[in-house]
């Protein structure tokens, strides 16, 4: 059974009534308020007030306030006047039917304002999609009037395009007959001349033939005597080029001759040694792909196959070289290691900050590969290359010290491999 609050205040003026409950330290998440234009009810377990109010007041604009561990009730009066109690005698069966008809009327009001957001939640929906259906139909009809103004264009310019085309071919037309017309007044005219000119014709000829035999029969008379006979030996440089000696670039043709007769090897090994293998395994970097599968399950030996067949594939991928080595460091063979770690510094270049990432792993991998040879001081040059690289790289910082301190007798165990 709830314990009943004694101790609340009350107090009033003309228009309004307030009532202050004290909330026993309960949280305020925790208290239940009730309250129509007759009845109010403050229930926090285990307390409970209950008042049936004198008068009537205006349940529309009951405030409620909650802090400093009370409860605050703001009860508007609906006439203006001072009540003589705050709360009705009565007996305990009409404060039922006052309680449960406050009840009744509360839930009622309760679901009215459920039903009424739910209405105002719906037109709010309704007006939402009615505006989003008018923006998209806006949208559908201004690409519409795009796509029209773009189809009338269109038509215009072919209408425009045919026009020309009509007349260009009537312009042709009427050149093909100027034409026709031209070469028959020419041929008229010849046919004419022939009729009219044939024994001026064969005078004219007759003058030609006795004045060429006249200039013939004196340049005869002028002719100088022959100039003795010799012959001149003319050698010529071998050149693969067809273009002389004096346009080539010698280092660059040397070069480009190089370049080829090593792709042509590579081809016929491909051809005599690799024609077993599927078409994705003569892909360099899915063999690379394989390799660094094989690198992270541990497999050494399965990852150097498949990096030494990459580079059998294309060998100009400095990533091979180093991977390969870094498996060579794994499995112990260290000069295999700083054989492949030389090769992939030779085709990182020129150094630029985008291969610098790939510069700093061979150099540490061919300096840790020295040091596990115990030759320390070239092994130091590494790392320092390396550190002049990336000067921030505190694992690099680390290994450099502790191979002075070995060249300085001060340390034992050499730097591990830096990634």
């Given amino acids: 059974m709830p314990l009943v609050v004694m101790d609340y205040v009350w107090t009033q003026t003309e228009t309004t009534l307030y009532i202050n409950v004290p909330l026993k330290g309960t949280n305020a998440g925790k208290v239940d308020i009730v309250c129509t234009d007759d009845y109010l009810k403050v229930h926090f377990p285990p307390y409970l007030f209950e008042a049936f109010l004198f008068e009537p007041v205006d349940d529309d604009r009951i405030a409620v306030r909650v802090a400093n561990g009370c409860a605050v009730i703001t009860l508007p009066k609906r006439t203006n006047k001072v009540w003589k109690h705050l709360m009705i005698s009565t007996d305990n069966k009409e404060k039922m039917e006052i309680r449960q008809r406050a009840l009744l009327k509360y839930h009622e009001k309760l679901s009215s304002e459920s039903r009424n957001k739910a209405a105002k939640q719906q037109e709010e929906n309704k007006y939402a999609l009615e505006t989003v259906i008018k923006l998209e139909k806006e949208e559908r009809d201004s690409i519409q009037k795009i796509k029209d103004t773009e189809q009338e264009k269109t038509t215009q310019e072919l209408a425009a395009w045919h026009f020309r085309q009509q007349q260009k071919a009537e312009q042709d037309v009427q050149l093909k007959l100027q034409n ?36 013939s029969k004196k340049a005869q008379h002028e002719l100088p005597p022959p100039r003795l006979s010799g012959n001149i030996q003319v050698t010529f440089t071998p050149r693969i080029f067809p273009t002389a000696l004096r346009e080539s670039r010698l280092p660059e043709e040397e070069e480009w001759l190089r370049k080829q007769a090593e792709t042509r090897r590579k081809v016929n090994v491909d051809v005599g040694e690799l024609k077993d293998l599927k078409e994705e395994e003569r892909n360099p970097y899915w063999l690379k792909d394989k390799g660094d599968k094989c690198f992270a399950t541990g497999d050494f030996l399965g990852a150097v196959n498949a990096y030494s067949l990459a580079i059998r594939v294309m060998g100009k991928i400095p990533a091979l070289h180093s991977n390969r080595a870094a498996c060579h460091l794994k499995l112990r063979n260290f000069h295999k290691a700083i054989e492949d770690s030389s090769q992939a510094l030779d085709l990182l270049t020129p150094p630029v900050p985008a291969n610098a990432a790939a510069r700093v792993r061979a150099f540490v991998r061919r300096g840790s590969a020295f040091c596990e040879l115990q030759a320390y001081p070239e092994g130091l040059q590494d790392f320092l290359a390396a550190l002049k690289i990336d000067p921030n790289n505190e694992a690099l910082l680390v290994d450099t010290q502790r191979i002075r301190d070995i060249i300085q007798g001060s340390a034992v165990n050499p730097p591990s491999e830096t990634e």
Wanted: proline share 6%; hydrophobic share 15%; with cysteine.
């Fill in 180 to 215: 026709q017309k031209a070469k028959a007044r020419q041929l008229r005219t010849e046919t004419e001349r022939q009729k009219c000119g044939p024994p001026n014709q064969e005078k004219m000829k007759l003058d030609q033939r006795s004045n060429s035999n006249a200039k």
